[in-house]
């Protein structure tokens, strides 16, 4: 089983800066992609960014290009979100994701959340 643990989520004024973490532990073989999702309330969840695991193919969302940031550390099978200039709009709760391989099967995992506030 593998497991996602993020953080770094909180309250922040329009305009300011967070940076989210997820980390990955387990019996991993191998990560072929991470990213994060977003949900706000009422709302579905919304795929915001991805890399793959040799950080060639990245993807974001078009309401967060040019302000977030995707990266990840290989050797800690950690991935990170670099949020600048934040909007209220990007109030939500941020999922962590990552897809690979485990103990000889495929993984698709999610962390718990972590809840981003925008004030106005």
């Known amino acids: 089983q593998v497991q996602l643990v993020e953080s770094g989520g909180g309250l922040v004024q329009s305009g300011g800066s967070l940076r989210l973490s997820c980390a990955a532990s387990?019996?991993?073989?191998?990560?072929?992609?991470m990213g994060w999702y977003r949900q706000a309330p009422g709302k579905e969840r919304e795929l915001v960014a991805t890399?793959?695991?040799?950080?060639?193919?990245?993807y974001y969302v078009d309401s967060v290009k040019g302000r977030f940031t995707i990266s990840g550390d290989n050797a800690k099978d950690t991935v990170y979100l670099q949020m600048n200039s934040l909007k209220p709009e990007d109030t939500a709760v941020y999922y962590c994701?990552?897809?690979?391989?485990?103990?000889?099967?495929?993984?698709?995992?999610w962390g718990q959340g972590t809840q981003v506030t925008v004030s106005s």
């Open positions: 994701n990552a897809e690979g391989w485990a103990r000889g099967h495929p993984f698709n995992s």
């Open positions: 387990g019996r991993i073989f191998s990560i072929s992609a």
């Open positions: 890399i793959t695991n040799d950080g060639t193919t990245n």
